[in-house]
């Protein structure tokens, strides 16, 4: 992959939920080599102390209570003086079946997956507004291609696409744009730690997926959420495919 690092973000600040570690930290890794300074909207206290720097602040929050998000989003103006984008990443994954699965297990995937997509646009818009900025919702290709035995998941992915549109068209009167990026397989560390315990063929089959035969890292998500935050500038609405053409033809059916 060619060297990413310039100077594409540089004098802008970004939101980040949960960039600790995954993709949300691909995301930072690449907006912070531009030039940019990132705030990481995470709940970890352990992470605080080794992520305060002058181009990164950790600040402990919980997406899914708006006075936590109002507070964390006030941290970071006081900081940094203004909010250039916000991506939304903070996210869980469950496997779900009707037998075993609550009403209320799918409402707190909701409150994580989608419902805390909402709270941080709603309170970071009055900031975003004024420097013209944009939102990157990180949703998923299982938003438009459903897995088995991940309902909950599913649903959350396509109304964070569906949300995406919707704000959208309401923002672009005040010049902030608003899009969307479907990760397919992801290389990170909670994929890692699955494998790990799967026979050698479980990779395989997963990197059969794609028409590149591979795993998405991390950085490649990363480069997709700068693409659209410098350089899209006529794109709003937009859902991005980052899937390595998984959704191309027929495929096998992974079961």
Not at 58 to 80: G, H, L, M, Q, W
Not at 103 to 116: G, H, K, S, T, Y
Request: charged share 20%; with cysteine; hydrophobic share 40%.
């Amino acid at each position: 992959m060619a060297d990413s690092k310039g100077s594409r973000f540089e004098g802008k600040v970004a939101i980040v939920t949960g960039g600790c570690k995954g993709i949300g930290k691909g995301i930072v890794d690449v907006f912070v080599e531009n030039g940019g300074k990132v705030a990481i909207f995470d709940i970890d206290d352990k992470l605080g102390g080794t992520l305060n720097s002058g181009e990164i602040l950790y600040v402990n929050c919980n997406v899914t209570i708006e006075e936590s998000i109002r507070t964390a989003v006030n941290t970071v103006v006081d900081k940094f003086g203004q909010i250039d984008c916000l991506v939304n990443n903070a996210g869980i994954s469950v496997r779900t079946s009707l037998e075993s699965s609550t009403m209320e297990d799918f409402r707190r995937l909701l409150d994580i997956n989608l419902v805390a997509y909402f709270g941080t646009i709603k309170c970071a818009i009055p900031h975003l507004r004024k420097t013209k900025g944009s939102v990157v919702n990180i949703s998923s290709i299982n938003g438009i291609m459903a897995n088995q035995s991940t309902g909950f998941y599913n649903a959350s992915k396509g109304g964070v696409t569906a949300l995406t549109k919707s704000f959208a068209i309401d923002e672009v009167k005040n010049g902030v744009r608003v899009n969307s990026i479907s990760p397919g397989v992801i290389d990170t560390p909670m994929f890692q730690a699955v494998i790990q315990q799967q026979p050698p063929e479980f990779l395989h089959r997963w990197e059969s997926i794609s028409q590149m035969h591979r795993l998405g890292s991390p950085r490649e998500i990363g480069l997709a959420c700068l693409f659209l935050a410098t350089d899209a500038t006529f794109c709003t609405g937009v859902d991005l495919l980052c899937t390595g053409g998984a959704e191309l033809g027929f495929g096998t059916k992974i079961n």
